[in-house]
């Protein structure tokens, strides 16, 4: 990034990483080789994002609707999670924290364990903290947060009185995380799609018609120089 954007970086970017299946079907390949390839544009954004320190990114890559997709894709997607999984020791070098957000228990045994382990390792890590949206949905991210505080007033360690803003947020899946700042979606579509919808109610909406496995690292610096010019008011003026 050129000095003049670095004033007014965004904290927490968040990106949809929409687009694969066109990149495949575009190129006569069968949908899979668009997740694969998607999953090296997320590697790659990733470790730029580390590089010209944004401090917090969010990726969604599986929601809780997308189980309902052929079982052969489900499978590569699973299959990309689980190689990426493998690849913990990596990170480790890299000062990244990894979270994942969403219920981890869809994923089987074996594999949420890989995932609660991933995340114990990398917990003390503070260069950027990189967090995957994986069987996410927003909505039943806040169903999930309001569900912990009426078992907190069941139990009476809090009252009505003490249910506001800041509760509910520290009992999402992103508890303690900045909300956030710049959503990225490519591929032309324009809509949140159930993706981190509570912690994106001041987000910058950044659209691109670029699909993900070619979104570029210059395509995210024009994000950042759209973004360091816009006024963001927070309903003041
Ligand atoms: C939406 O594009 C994308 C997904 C449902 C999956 C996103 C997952 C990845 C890019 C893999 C990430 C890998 C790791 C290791 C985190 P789409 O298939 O709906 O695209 P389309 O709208 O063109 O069909």
């Given at each position: 990034?050129?000095?003049?954007?670095?004033?007014n970086?965004?904290?927490?970017?968040?990106?949809?990483?929409?687009?694969?299946?066109?990149?495949?079907?575009?190129?006569?390949?069968?949908?899979k080789?668009?997740?694969?390839?998607g999953?090296?544009t997320?590697?790659?954004?990733a470790?730029?994002?580390?590089?010209?320190?944004?401090r917090?990114?969010?990726f969604?890559?599986?929601?809780?609707?997308?189980?309902?997709?052929?079982?052969?894709?489900?499978d590569?997607?699973?299959?990309?999670?689980?190689?990426?999984?493998?690849e913990?020791?990596?990170y480790?070098?890299?000062?990244?924290?990894?979270?994942?957000?969403?219920?981890?228990?869809?994923?089987?045994?074996?594999?949420?364990?890989?995932m609660?382990?991933m995340?114990?390792?990398?917990?003390?890590?503070?260069?950027?903290?990189?967090?995957?949206?994986?069987?996410y949905?927003?909505?039943?991210?806040i169903?999930?947060?309001?569900?912990?505080?009426?078992?907190?007033?069941s139990?009476?360690?809090?009252?009505?009185?003490?249910?506001?803003?800041?509760?509910?947020?520290?009992?999402l899946?992103?508890?303690?995380?900045?909300?956030?700042?710049?959503?990225?979606?490519?591929?032309?579509?324009?809509?949140?799609?159930?993706?981190?919808?509570?912690?994106?109610?001041?987000?910058?909406?950044?659209?691109?018609?670029?699909?993900w496995?070619?979104?570029?690292t210059?395509?995210?610096?024009?994000?950042?120089?759209?973004?360091?010019?816009?006024?963001?008011?927070?309903?003041?003026?």
């Amino acid at each position: 990034m050129s000095d003049k954007n670095s004033g007014n970086m965004p904290v927490h970017i968040g990106f949809i990483m929409d687009g694969n299946g066109r990149w495949a079907v575009k190129r006569g390949l069968p949908r899979k080789m668009g997740h694969r390839e998607g999953a090296q544009t997320f590697r790659k954004i990733a470790r730029y994002c580390k590089k010209i320190g944004i401090r917090y990114v969010t990726f969604y890559a599986f929601s809780t609707e997308n189980w309902k997709r052929p079982q052969d894709e489900v499978d590569e997607l699973m299959r990309l999670f689980n190689e990426y999984l493998d690849e913990v020791e990596e990170y480790a070098g890299e000062n990244t924290r990894l979270v994942f957000l969403g219920d981890k228990s869809a994923f089987g045994r074996d594999m949420a364990q890989k995932m609660i382990d991933m995340e114990k390792k990398s917990a003390d890590f503070d260069g950027m903290t990189l967090m995957l949206a994986m069987n996410y949905g927003g909505r039943d991210d806040i169903v999930h947060s309001v569900k912990k505080i009426a078992e907190m007033v069941s139990d009476k360690e809090i009252g009505l009185t003490d249910i506001n803003e800041s509760l509910v947020s520290s009992l999402l899946y992103t508890g303690g995380m900045p909300d956030v700042d710049l959503l990225i979606r490519p591929s032309g579509e324009k809509r949140i799609s159930n993706f981190l919808i509570w912690q994106s109610a001041y987000a910058e909406y950044y659209f691109t018609d670029t699909l993900w496995p070619d979104f570029s690292t210059k395509e995210l610096d024009k994000a950042l120089k759209d973004y360091s010019s816009r006024s963001r008011r927070f309903g003041g003026v």
